[in-house]
């Protein structure tokens, strides 16, 4: 299976804006981490005037740090409150470690298998080289890998693949091209990893599938051919029926 680094951040935000002198005060409480048992969660509380940051707290160091004049005293002030810094410390867990266990739940564990398809985009003419296109649909979570094997072996280049794209109702998209020169009796496949398979899935691209083109194909020149042949009988009756059409004077 592919490997993966999820780099997540849970982040709130509180800010005062002065308009009459220009002030701008925030604070920002930012919770990071990258493992699903949340286990490397580290816990920020930042103090920020005017775009500079001026007291901080780390979980992973588990005291203030002060920046400026004014950064330094607040932060000896609260590192010497036993029962503030109590709280501090405690906030990994309560705010960090459950909020994002709700998002996890909610939102994150939910998986949805993509619907995939390969087909044939271009045919092969004299040098120029056909072209496969495989296709992943309405899937969740993002992440995803397509990759391209040709007669039991991966292939390595001439395949071109597009970002995963939103679809704009939490699912996403991704489509991946293969050129090659076609040969007779070879097997291609798109194989598909993703967190909703329990193991990599190979969707193998059959050539016959492309007959359905070439069947509208041969509908549309019968019918058109039909068409001619009609409207030529139409025509002949018409001529047929003005010529035997006796004129009475008035």
């Not at 995939?116 to 979570?141: D, I, R, T």
């Not at 070439?214 to 029926?241: Q, T």
């Amino acid at each position: 299976m592919m490997a993966k680094l999820w780099i997540c951040l849970l982040l709130e935000l509180c800010s005062m804006l002065d308009t009459i002198n220009g002030y701008y005060m925030e604070r920002r409480s930012e919770c990071i981490y990258s493992s699903r048992d949340l286990s490397d969660m580290v816990y920020i509380d930042s103090a920020i005037f005017n775009k500079i940051r001026y007291r901080w707290f780390n979980s992973t160091v588990g005291k203030f740090q002060g920046y400026t004049q004014h950064g330094i005293y607040n932060a000896e002030r609260f590192n010497n409150d036993t029962d503030y810094m109590q709280r501090e410390r405690a906030d990994v867990d309560a705010f960090c470690r459950h909020n994002a266990q709700i998002y996890y739940t909610a939102i994150i564990d939910k998986t949805v298998e993509p619907q995939v398809e390969v087909k044939s985009v271009k045919q092969s003419h004299g040098s120029q080289p056909a072209v496969l296109m495989c296709s992943a649909y309405s899937f969740y979570p993002k992440f995803i890998k397509v990759t391209w094997m040709r007669n039991g072996k991966e292939v390595e280049g001439d395949q071109t693949s597009t970002e995963e794209m939103a679809n704009g109702d939490w699912y996403y998209q991704i489509h991946s091209h293969l050129e090659y020169m076609p040969k007779s009796g070879e097997q291609i496949s798109c194989v598909v990893e993703h967190a909703s398979f329990k193991q990599p899935m190979e969707y193998k691209w059959d050539p016959s599938a492309s007959a359905p083109d070439k069947s509208k194909i041969a509908i549309g020149a019968s019918g058109l051919v039909l068409g001619i042949v009609l409207s030529a009988a139409g025509f002949i009756y018409y001529k047929k029926k003005a010529s035997g059409r006796i004129l009475v004077p008035t």
